[in-house]
Structure formats: C-alpha cells, structure tokens
C-alpha cells in the first residue's frame, strides 16, 4: 500500500518547479533580441528556442491572462507567484497567424498541459523570431534558480522557485 502512496507521489509535479513549456534550446534573457527582455524590465526568466510546436503551461495554476492573438499567456500560481509565456518577438502583429490556442482565459491548467499550438513553418516563412521568453512578473519575493541553460525538454524542470 506504502508503495502506491510512493508511486503518485512521485509522478505529482513539484510546485517549486517551473519547467520548459517547449523542446527546444534555452539561453540568459539578457541575449533576447528585444530590450523589454534582454534588460529584463517585466522581470527575470529565461528564453527557449523552440524545436517543437505545442507551448505547454510551465506550472500549474490559472490562466489568468491570455491574449486572443495566441502570441502570449500568463498563469497565476496557487502561492500568487505570476509567469507570462511570450511567444516571439513582435508576433503580436502576425494577428494570431501561425498560433491555435487550445484554452480558455481563466482556466486552470496543470504543469505540461497544452496551451497554444504554433505552426514552426509559417513563422519560419515569415522571417519571425520565434524564441519563447519565460518571465516571473510577480515573485512574491521568492528567489529563483535555473537549473540549467542548453538543451531542453517539455515537461522537465528548469527553474526552482525558492
């Protein structure tokens, strides 16, 4: 019985954990091609080079914020420590081209569940940078620590919220 406990336990995300809302490559904010992120003005985070197309939630909580062009989303933990997931650099012009958003505002969502799905080759096409930036808006004056920059992957811790 002891056992079963141990086995849900242990396939229960961390919620101290934030992790890659993509497959792809992540690197310092500070090399974003956009001064809003690379001076880190709306907060600390990381970026993601994107090798795959679904962009997951990076924690579990409520959607609190989603614009209808797909291009960006926020989600507001249970502890009201807030993440926005930004999706390119000026990709809100693209008027929700290239992006299917698969939830509503206001939902909440679990860590690694879908929220928007993008289509790699238009943006590719398009010339559009399509780095994901990660970005703590609010910390709740907790202290942040990646674990990691290089490759990374869906689902997978990158950052411990402290």
Do not use: W
Request: glycine share 10%; hydrophobic share 40%; aromatic share 8%.
């Amino acid at each position: 019985m002891i056992k079963i406990f141990k086995s849900l336990k242990n396939n229960q995300k961390n919620t101290n954990n934030v992790y890659a809302v993509v497959n792809g490559v992540s690197f310092n904010l500070e090399y974003v091609d956009d001064n809003v992120f690379s001076k880190k003005v709306m907060g600390e985070g990381v970026a993601i080079v994107p090798t795959s197309s679904e962009v997951c939630a990076p924690c579990s909580g409520v959607l609190t914020t989603l614009f209808p062009t797909g291009h960006a989303f926020g989600i507001t933990r249970d502890d009201g420590v807030e993440i926005l997931v930004h999706i390119g650099l000026d990709t809100v012009n693209l008027k929700g081209k290239g992006f299917t958003i698969l939830k509503k505002k206001n939902q909440k969502v679990g860590a690694g569940e879908k929220i928007i799905k993008l289509d790699l080759n238009y943006l590719r096409n398009e010339n559009i940078d399509y780095t994901i930036m990660i970005v703590f808006l609010d910390t709740k004056g907790k202290t942040l620590k990646l674990e990691k920059y290089g490759e990374v992957t869906a689902g997978k811790s990158i950052i411990t919220v402290m």
